[in-house]
Antibody
Framework: QVQLVESGGGVVQPGRSLRLSCAAS????????MHWVRQGPGKGLEWVAV????????YYADSVKGRFTISRDNSRNTLSLQMNGLRAEDTAVYFC?????????????WGQGTMVTVSS | EIVLTQSPEFQSVTPKEKVTITCRTS??????LHWYQQKPDQSPKLLIK???QSFSGVPSRFSGSGSGTDFTLTINSLEAEDAATYYC?????????FGGGTKVEIK
């Protein structure tokens, strides 16, 4: 069964850090580009970051550049998002998603999301 | 950054009625446009990829068209289960971007 399962969300104070994980199963993870997409409370979808299938290339939205780091461990079929310097505007449900080996495919596989709340 | 403008933002529709949602992009993206359906407290689901290709398992009442800067998602004969928010998404260039969403309510 093709599946993505996020974890690591929670409540964190502004300026602190949090690390999200996404466990993949049911497909050949090491051949898929992987994305993080977020959705603020009552808001639309926002692309956050993408990493190539081999981890060589990474790209970020301007809103998180320099604060967030995307990474992957193909031996453990796991995607991660290290979030530093968190701000209130980072409060959102974070989804991992993929559409295959290219960055430019539509996302046919999504996780269920993990909630991050940045609040003092 | 390519900006996607969806319209309308909200639509209240009677069952069996036809629904048309448009997505306009700030620059030409060929056919690199995808459509998703999201129901409350669920993750989005892919409906249409590359403007007009139906994703596997999606009911045939959903169809997509367009290219360049103007795209359309059509739901023929709306069913109660189609109540959701619909998003367009461009994958022509980074940063990838989404439209603001169209909420479809069943009357």
């Amino acid at each position: 069964q093709v599946q993505l399962v996020e974890s690591g969300g929670g409540v964190v104070q502004p300026g602190r850090s949090l690390r999200l994980s996404c466990a993949a199963s049911g497909f050949t993870f090491s051949t898929y580009a992987m994305h993080w997409v977020r959705q603020g409370p009552g808001k639309g979808l926002e692309w956050v970051a993408v990493i190539s299938y081999d981890g060589t290339n990474k790209y970020y939205a301007d809103s998180v550049k320099g604060r967030f780091t995307i990474s992957r461990d193909n031996s453990r079929n796991t995607l991660s998002l290290q979030m530093n310097g968190l701000r209130a505007e980072d409060t959102a449900v974070y989804f991992c998603a993929t559409g295959g080996g290219s960055y430019y495919n539509g996302y046919d596989i999504w996780g269920q999301g993990t909630m991050v709340t940045v609040s003092s | 950054e390519i900006v996607l403008t969806q319209s309308p933002e909200f639509q209240s529709v009677t069952p069996k009625e036809k629904v048309t949602i448009t997505c306009r992009t700030s620059q030409s993206i060929g056919s690199s446009l995808h459509w998703y359906q999201q129901k409350p407290d669920q993750s989005p689901k892919l409906l249409i990829k590359y403007a007009s290709q139906s994703f596997s398992g999606v009911p045939s009442r959903f169809s997509g068209s367009g290219s360049g800067t103007d795209f359309t998602l059509t739901i023929n004969s709306l069913e109660a289960e189609d109540a959701a928010t619909y998003y367009c998404h461009q994958s022509s260039s980074l940063p990838l971007t989404f439209g603001g969403g169209t909420k479809v309510e069943i009357k």
